[in-house]
């Protein structure tokens, strides 16, 4: 699914990634773990083909994102991956339902197939009685429940989660987790997640360990 080859990346004369090879296979859930600097969230974000690296080579279900002209990388990137960050980066101004099917809008999907399908993944996800409420009218669990349904509507072939349950209490984490769970055993979705939280990461199919820009096991 995923193939990143000796990956690199700096900044100005910090080089925080210094040759990063990641495999990660399909309906495979996968978190990178190490501290802050390591450069797990500078790796996620050439993953998510959000910035681009200075070496290296990346493929997404056999794609060389980069290979691609800049508006093409964009249309790759809303039909292929999906994001859900710490803070769930919902549009106040809009609803629950209309938050979830931006990703469809910006995709060309006519309007009554992307309201049907942001419908049924609000639904699964237990929030239909909140599809018209505003981030404001919403937990802190139910906005980041909205950000993976946002996150899904494309049906892209990977989740990217930067911090996911970062700002979450307990019950909320432990909810968010499971889900993830649930979305890969029944909607064969495949997950990097990034994280500090060391009882997610325990429970992935793999930890990948950073430091120091390198992958350390």
Known sequence: MIKASGITKSFD????????????GMREIVSIVGPSGA??????????????????????????PFRLKEKEVADFRNRHIGFVFQFHQLLPEFTALENVMIPSWIAKVKAETARRKARELLDFLGLSDRMEHKPSALSGGEKQR??????????????????????????????????????????GQTFVIVTHDERLATKTDRIV???????IN
């Open 13 to 24: 004369n910090l080089q925080i990634l210094k040759g990063i090879d990641l495999s990660v």
């Open 39 to 64: 450069g797990k969230t500078t790796l996620l974000q050439i993953i998510g083909t959000l910035d681009r690296p200075d070496g290296g080579r990346l493929e997404i279900g056999g794609v060389d």
């Open 146 to 187: 909205v950000a993976v349904a946002r996150a899904l509507i494309n049906r892209p072939s990977v989740i990217l989660a930067d911090e996911p349950s970062g700002s979450l209490d307990t019950q909320n984490k432990d909810e968010l987790h499971a889900l993830f769970f649930d979305l890969r055993d029944q909607m």
């Open 209 to 215: 360990r950073m430091k120091d820009g390198i992958i």
